[in-house]
């Protein structure tokens, strides 16, 4: 919690009436989801900030529940989800449909990116930005703990591949988990939005491009965890065929289609 503490005298104070909706995807993350929530219920309140969390939990291993016993004493909490995986874009995007933030975004369960670095958020939400996303490659951020090696080449070989088919090339990172988006803009992305695997921040990425939508990318402070859900082999495989169904499923359509 010190690093929470911390932070809040380097942060722009966002007006009274403005609401933060964070989304938590989370998939058997007991060990985890306790000090992520309560880090964020503290910096928010730290900041004075009006705020909402929804954790999107599925699995079996009791954080929804955890979660759930946790907003009997704070009604700023919720929890949603199912014992079987529905996968984390189907997650973001149940729980985009019934957040009511002004601005919306979400963060990982293990706690990759500290809340803390929503201070770098608020300014460019602030300054009319529609979606502000975290990047493990702009200048500025900083890995304090890098994944190993071979995913390292694996995370780099596939986004080799997903941009040679998407584009997108001025966003490297499309797979960090720290994005936030004003509240007409999450409403309708994820109300385009199909992919419900981990690809589905490409597909926002990319219907967000199409439709002219001002993104920011901002550096941030990064750690990896070693406890990766994601089969190298097989899940890039999957993720994949998910990339070319984005193609596919949005290539033909004009601007005036997505209004």
């Known amino acids: 919690m010190d690093a929470v503490r911390e932070q809040p005298e380097k942060a722009i104070l966002l007006p009274a009436n403005l609401l933060v909706s964070l989304i938590i995807p989370a998939f058997n993350e007991v060990n985890y989801i306790r000090q992520t929530v309560d880090e964020a ?26 979660v759930q016993e946790m907003a009997r004493t704070d009604n700023r909490l ?6 079987n995986r529905k996968g984390k874009g189907c997650a973001i995007r149940n ?3 019934m957040a009511k933030g002004d601005i919306i975004g979400f ?35 900083t890995i304090e703990t890098p994944q190993k090696w071979y995913r390292r080449i694996g995370g780099k070989g596939f986004g080799v591949f997903a941009h040679a088919v998407i584009g997108m090339r001025d966003i490297v990172d ?50 990896d965890d070693g406890d990766s859900r994601l089969q190298l082999v097989r899940g890039n495989i999957r993720n994949g065929f998910d990339v070319l169904k984005i193609l596919f499923m949005h290539r033909g359509k004009k601007i005036g289609d997505y209004r």
């Not at 928010?44 to 009006?50: A, I, N, P």
């Not at 199409?210 to 990064?222: E, F, M, T």
């Open 41 to 66: 219920v503290t910096y928010f309140e730290l900041m004075h900030y009006s705020f909402e969390i929804i954790v999107a939990a599925d699995g079996n291993d009791g954080t929804r529940e955890l």
């Open 78 to 83: 919720k929890a949603i989800g199912n014992k």
């Open 95 to 97: 729980a985009m449909g």
């Open 107 to 141: 963060t990982d369960a293990d706690n990759k990116t500290q809340i803390t670095e929503f201070s770098k958020i608020v300014p460019a939400i602030l300054d009319g930005y529609d979606i502000v996303i975290g990047s493990r490659t702009a200048v500025g951020a």
């Open 174 to 223: 499309t797979q960090c988990g720290f994005k936030f988006f004003t509240k007409r803009v999450a409403r309708r992305l994820f109300s385009l939005q199909k992919i419900d695997g981990y690809m589905f921040d490409i597909e926002i990425l990319y219907l967000a491009q199409r439709l002219g939508l001002k993104v920011l990318q901002v550096p941030i402070r990064w750690r």
